[in-house]
């Protein structure tokens, strides 16, 4: 019930671009459709951030620190979720987890490390 299975992660220079997929096998196209989507990210020694969100009919919203720069997305027919990362620097160093939220129950994948260094 809910697994979420992310990719895409890897090492970039600063200023390079990355986009992560994740995917909601076990989760039926009805229930995924409604379902709020998002990406959160967690560093070392740190507290979990949330990174972007969009909901059921399209709407995202972003943190502070990324916004303008990266950019969410779903493919409902698809059952994925995106995050396209644009200008990445040292600090979005994390890994990022994708998460599903349907009416009172969370959902988190395993998380993809995304590393940002010269």
């Known amino acids: 019930q809910g697994q979420l299975v992310e990719s895409g992660g890897g090492s970039v220079r600063p200023g390079g671009s990355l986009r992560l997929s994740c995917k909601a096998p076990?989760?039926?196209?009805?229930?995924?459709?409604?379902?709020?989507m998002g990406w959160y990210r967690q560093a070392p020694g740190k507290e979990r951030d949330l990174v972007a969100t969009?909901?059921?009919?399209?709407?995202?919203d972003y943190a502070d620190s990324v916004r303008d720069r990266f950019t969410i997305s779903r493919d409902n027919s698809k059952r994925m979720v995106y995050l396209q990362m644009n200008g990445l620097a040292p600090e979005d160093t994390a890994v990022y987890s994708c998460?599903?939220?349907?009416?009172?129950?969370?959902?988190w994948g395993q998380g993809t490390q995304v590393t940002v260094s010269s």
């Open positions: 076990t989760t039926i196209l009805s229930v995924f459709s409604n379902s709020v």
């Open positions: 998460y599903r939220k349907w009416r009172g129950l969370d959902f």
């Open positions: 969009i909901t059921t009919a399209g709407d995202t």
